[in-house]
């Protein structure tokens, strides 16, 4: 049994993944290890390192981005992890930043989130206040990190505490 499916509104982009069932916080709901890897970055791939990206999956490549994600995805990893309890049918979603240092297609954002950031463009563009509490994965804290956006360490050592991932405000 899958642990996604795709709901489409018939366009390439107004597709969305939900959940297939329910998740606890942090268990895996997608495994990528078998991404393909590529120096070349577009819409549909995602950063793992200062250099190189995945291309998403026909499943990945629906997964979107909230300010107030219930998803992580981590790179290092290569797994999709259940940020929050998630119930069937939850529009399954991640923090694009998270990954992405400059992304190839900024958008104004319209989660709906109280915390929305509004237009999201990359961690790149983003106060490093502004992403206090939010996972994010290593190439991006070291790229914050040389480029003198960031100095303190992760919020968080995921994999200290995968069975009990401390609540993000
Ligand atoms: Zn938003």
Redesign the pocket.
Known sequence: MSNVYVLTDGTSRGAKLLAARPFQPGEIVYDFANALVTPLQTYQTIQIDPSNHVIADDLLAKLN????PNLIVDTTHRLVIAKYAIQIHDHLTFFYPSTEWEMAEPFV?????A????W?SGAKNLAAEMLTGYFLNQHIVELMTYTGVRRDPLPFNLYDAQASLPPVS
């Open positions: 981005h909230s300010c107030d954002c319209q989660c709906g989130a915390n929305c950031l509004g999201i």
